[in-house]
């Protein structure tokens, strides 16, 4: 069964800090992983996206990873900003183009 | 990067009454487009995916009578509340596939539209 868990379900955290979310994945036949940032009342926007081949993915503050082997990937997020207050949501997408949503994490960096 | 508006953002409709939302795609050509609901501290479910020129297809579980989806051109697909009841009340997202062959295609969302039937 294709699925996607999260953790942690929240978190708070101070400006400035570092904080790393997790995402474990049964996505078969696995394509990508997506993490998405979904603000509040608003539509998610795209991260990164990580194939089968790639284990790392930066983007600005946003570093994610890929372990195949585990099927599991974080995203890090350095320098935390009041901004970055949202839930993050890791996406598997199958060979097929299914594309199955984890319940997402939702951060709160607070000053 | 693609931009995928909604319309209306936000609505409040009394029980019995349908109401229709909007998603187009601004800057490119969509053929196919999903629509979704979330709930508060949910994730996103989706409801259905839209094929320009054809019906749509519904995920097991949602009335297709009741969420009548129509994807009349390249750029706008629109979902029909008909009959609206309080517990239709949800975040209605929308998103829009944008270039390369499957499954490389990437997924543009709008902005959501806040429905509250009441």
């Known amino acids: 069964k294709n699925q996607v868990e999260q953790s942690p379900q929240s978190l708070i955290i101070l400006e400035g800090k570092n904080c790393t979310l997790q995402c474990n994945y049964t996505v078969s036949p696995f394509s990508n992983l997506r993490w998405y940032k979904q603000d509040t009342g608003r539509g998610p926007v795209s991260l990164t996206i990580?194939?089968?081949?790639?284990n790392t993915k930066s983007n600005g503050r946003y570093t994610a990873t890929l372990d195949a082997d585990t099927k599991q990937s974080s995203l890090h997020i350095t320098a935390s900003q009041l901004s970055d207050s949202a839930s993050y949501i890791c996406?598997?997408?199958?060979?097929?183009?299914?594309?199955?949503f984890g319940p997402g994490t939702s951060l709160s960096v607070i000053p | 990067g693609a931009v995928v508006s909604q319309h209306p953002s936000r609505v409040i409709c009394k029980s019995g009454t349908s109401v229709k939302i909007e998603c187009r795609s601004l800057d490119f050509q969509a053929t196919t487009m999903f629509w979704y609901r979330q709930f508060p501290k949910q994730s996103l479910m989706l409801m259905a995916t839209?094929?320009?020129?054809?019906?749509?297809?519904?995920e097991q579980g949602v009335e297709k009578d009741k969420f009548l989806i129509n994807h009349a051109s390249l750029t706008l697909s629109t979902l029909t509340v008909t009959s609206a009841h309080p517990e239709d009340s949800s975040f209605y997202i929308c998103?829009?596939?944008?270039?390369?062959?499957?499954?490389?295609?990437?997924?543009?969302f709008g902005p959501g539209t806040r429905l509250t039937v009441t």
């Open positions: 996406v598997g997408k199958t060979s097929y183009d299914k594309v199955i």
């Open positions: 839209s094929n320009e020129g054809s019906k749509a297809t519904y």
């Open positions: 990580m194939t089968f081949s790639e």
């Open positions: 998103s829009a596939r944008f270039g390369g062959e499957l499954p490389r295609a990437e997924q543009y």
